[in-house]
């Protein structure tokens, strides 16, 4: 089976930098996703890391290091757009279906 | 482009009664396709996959069901539903790069 954990809320101002991190226990690993979600809203896809390291996209990065099972998305330059859930997320190697974890809340303040 | 058409959006259900949610995808062949369920405030549990026409796979026992009659065509149905069916169903499928990409979702709410 497979299990995520991954810190239920994080609160930052405006402009700064924060990390979620995400570990994970899998039997089969493909690779760590990231997705937002805004209230209401379907989950989006923010990133992918199949390989150990750092994905830059924009002012979101995305980290992965295999040998820990342990991932974070860094999110710079905070705006209030980004208050949302963020789910990390593994495929599983049988199904190819991801399993989430339970979510982090993000509040970003003025 | 590949889209996810998913409906209806919102529907309130008394207990006991049938359930038909649908989904179709667009501007792909053969996709694999998934029906996860998220209950408020909370993660998204795997409800069934598709990795083709006719081939249904359950991850958790329960009440619902689904189907795959054409290629890009997947319903999640319930012949009576129960007030703990209640939440936000969302349709997906898998895209390059193994990413899953989701619908708009179904807010189902079960009085």
């Known amino acids: ?6 810190p239920s809320e994080v609160t930052a101002v405006e402009g700064a930098i924060v990390q979620i991190n995400c570990t994970y226990q899998t039997s089969g690993f493909y690779g760590l996703s990231w997705y937002q979600q805004h209230d209401g809203g379907a989950p989006t896809f923010l990133s992918y890391n199949a390989l150990d390291g750092l994905e830059e996209t924009g002012r979101f990065s995305s980290f992965l290091s295999r040998s820990d099972s342990y991932g974070y998305l ?13 789910f990390c997320a593994v495929l599983d190697t049988g ?3 991801l399993t989430f974890g339970s979510g982090t809340r993000l509040q970003v303040q003025p | ?13 008394p207990v006991g009664s ?7 995808v667009e501007g792909t062949s053969n996709p694999n396709l998934y029906w996860y369920r998220q209950a408020a405030g909370r993660g ?6 598709s990795v083709g026409i006719g081939q249904i796979s359950s991850e958790v026992p329960q009440n619902l069901s689904a189907s795959r009659p054409q290629d890009r065509q997947f319903i999640l149905s319930s012949k009576k539903l129960l007030l703990s069916d209640s939440g936000f169903y969302l349709c997906a499928r898998l895209g390059g790069g193994n990413t899953i990409y989701f619908g ?8």
């Open chain 2, 18 to 24: 049938p359930l038909s949610l649908e989904c179709t």
């Open chain 1, 95 to 97: 199904r190819r279906a």
């Open chain 1, 74 to 86: 860094l999110l710079q330059e905070l705006q209030m757009k980004d208050s949302a859930s963020y």
């Open chain 1, 1 to 6: 089976g497979q299990s995520l954990e991954q």
């Open chain 2, 1 to 13: 482009s590949q889209t996810i058409h998913q409906w209806p959006a919102t529907l309130v259900q």
């Open chain 2, 44 to 49: 998204l549990q795997l409800l069934f996959y």
């Open chain 2, 104 to 111: 708009e979702g179904s807010w189902l709410t079960v009085v």
